[in-house]
């Protein structure tokens, strides 16, 4: 842990910056998530786009070195460690799966992590809006597949490098609500992790919609982009309406309220930063952009949502970044030519002060 930070900043990790038979067959051989980053357009005017990486530039996530150097800016401006997004599907199908085994095995880089498992299925067309291939079900097949995908975890939970909570290594699940009787599943991980001589987990879960204790969880993120009031959206102008029925695009300005809970958080509530958003590179005129953002913006964004948990102890105080990477999504915050390091040192600016 970072003891000089005013908290815990995790940020999600995407590793799908590298080339993979799914993908190759779904959409053309070497697709990576580049391929759509780099093609983006406009879908408005004064509309930003492509985004462009600069110091790491279209990097292979197979390559150790871009890894390290991730790892080394992350770490100079406030980032305490990754959650790398890790897939099982069920009968221990992965996906992705490389560049996190290589982190593992290797020991480098020498930075701590933890695993976000997202549980949901993978659409052939998913990165790629209209393109065709073949989905792969997230499944789950009962206790054997539970505990083969514990041994998996376990080999993680072991490693020196992983982030722990008061003792307890910690997993976030994208969609708990998903997984059939999802008190029942951890708290049978839980004796599991227990019997390995640990304290217990701490589970985070994402897009949780109800208490957590009807989960087994021991908190939620709040992940404001899923939080945006209907009304906040821009009313369509005449260049909407005639190039697309399904955009939604609003200044960052205007949502940042939003993107920190308006009645406070309690205790199991785990605030997450959101640099921007625009899944045009995924979605063309079909996406959801908040625009006008800057190094500025961010800085505040940030403020608020460390002075909202500044109360919490430090071991406690965990905020999630959503995400360092998810550069198709427009949440990431790997330098790119508009900004350069500004978004970082924006990042780093408050959570050192």
């Known amino acids: 842990m970072t003891t000089d930070a005013k908290a815990r900043v995790i940020a999600f990790y995407l590793p799908q910056f590298h080339p993979v038979s799914e993908n190759d067959k779904a959409h053309g051989k070497g697709f990576t998530e580049w391929t759509n980053v780099a093609k983006a357009q406009p879908v408005f005017p004064g509309h930003v786009q492509p985004k462009i990486p600069a110091d790491l530039g279209f990097y292979d996530l197979r390559v150790s070195e871009t890894r390290i150097a991730q790892a080394e800016l992350a770490k100079e401006y406030g980032v305490e ?7 099982w599907l ?4 992965r996906l992705l799966e490389r560049p996190f085994n290589e982190v593992l095995e ?4 020498d930075y701590p992590f933890c695993l976000g498992w997202a549980n949901h299925d993978w659409s052939g067309k998913g990165w790629m809006g209209g393109a065709e291939g073949d989905d792969i079900i997230q499944t789950y097949p009962g206790k054997d597949d539970a505990l083969e995908h514990f041994k998996f975890l376990l080999k993680a939970f072991k490693d020196e490098r992983y982030i722990k909570i008061n003792d307890k290594p910690l997993l976030v699940i994208y969609r708990p609500r998903e997984i059939p009787d999802c008190k029942g599943y951890l708290e049978y991980w839980r004796g599991l992790a227990k019997a390995e001589g640990f304290k217990d987990l701490h589970i985070i879960g994402d897009a949780v919609g109800v208490p957590v204790e009807q989960l087994g969880l021991d908190g939620a993120l709040y992940s404001g982009q899923r939080h945006l009031p209907k009304d ?8 909407d309406s005639l190039h697309s029925k399904n955009l939604k695009k609003v200044t960052y300005a205007k949502v940042m309220k939003y993107l920190v809970k308006q009645e406070g958080f309690d205790n199991t509530d ?11 590179p995924r979605l063309g005129d079909d996406a959801m952009i908040f625009y006008g953002n800057n190094p500025e913006l961010f800085r505040i964004h940030v403020r ?3 002075d909202s948990v500044e109360h919490r102890s430090k071991e406690d105080n965990v905020v999630f970044l959503r995400a360092w990477n998810e550069w198709a999504e427009g949440n990431y915050l790997e330098p790119d030519q508009e900004f350069g390091l500004g978004m970082l040192e924006a990042l780093k600016s ?3 002060n």
């Open 304 to 306: 608020q949502v460390l």
């Open 350 to 352: 408050e959570v050192f």
């Open 106 to 109: 290797s020991g480098k880089p």
């Open 81 to 87: 460690g990754f959650c790398y997004w890790h897939y």
């Open 232 to 239: 906040v959206w821009e009313k369509p102008t005449g260049w």
């Open 90 to 93: 069920g009968n221990g199908r």
């Open 270 to 280: 785990y605030p997450v930063i959101i640099p921007n958003w625009d899944t045009t």
